[in-house]
């Protein structure tokens, strides 16, 4: 027989929303106006997911502030939180993004202007974010030659010749030092 415990969420003064969960686990929540949240188990993740639809907005803002460790954005509708709310569980017992897939979100997080939630990457994952992934053909004109890049496991290939960064290869087209990644187009300014 499988057993149901009982969850609680406070919706606010005088309302609450009960939810009976198999194999959930409870957590006491920081807020004092909230009793109990919810952290599903894997066997029983999608009941769980399902059950958020039952829930009211302030319940939902209060279960989104526990699962990402920040307030839900001020104009978040219902089913946006429901969605994220269930990602970050799936995220969590499934696992998230690739690291390759993080670290390249975090750049253009970055390149957007806006600032980081939290210390998802460091200052060498954003470099090796805004390379470009094995395969890729950089292709770029300077004084009516085109000149083509191809982007390796250890590096870059220009005429047969490996180099190590962007940089040495547009020093070895230009002659002079530049930026590589900003000389074939691939960052701003």
């Known amino acids: 027989m499988t057993e149901f415990k009982k969850v609680t969420l406070q919706a606010g003064p005088g ?3 009960c939810l009976h969960v198999a194999g959930c686990t409870k957590v006491t929540a920081t807020d004092e106006r909230r009793e109990e949240l919810l952290v599903p188990e894997l066997a029983n993740l999608k009941e ?3 059950m958020l639809a039952d829930l009211d907005n302030e ?8 699962v990402w460790k920040y307030p839900a954005p001020k104009a978040a509708r219902k089913r946006f939180m429901m969605l994220g709310i269930a990602w970050k569980w799936q995220a969590g017992l499934l696992g998230g993004f690739r690291p390759e897939l ?6 253009l997080e970055v390149r957007s202007g806006e600032s980081l939630r ?3 990457c460091s200052a060498a994952d954003l470099t090796a974010a805004a390379r470009p992934g094995p395969g890729t053909w950089l292709i770029r004109d300077w004084r009516g ?3 083509e890049v191809h982007v390796t496991e250890k590096g870059y290939l220009w005429r047969r010749k490996e180099y ?3 940089s040495a290869v547009a020093k070895a087209i230009t002659g002079v030092s530049r930026n590589g990644p900003k000389f074939f187009g691939l960052r701003d300014g």
């Open 15 to 17: 309302r609450s929303k």
């Open 48 to 50: 769980t997911i399902v």
């Open 59 to 66: 319940a939902l803002r209060v279960t989104w502030k526990r």
């Open 102 to 107: 993080a670290r390249r979100l975090a750049a």
């Open 118 to 120: 939290g210390p998802y």
């Open 145 to 147: 030659e085109r000149h």
């Open 164 to 166: 190590g960064s962007l």
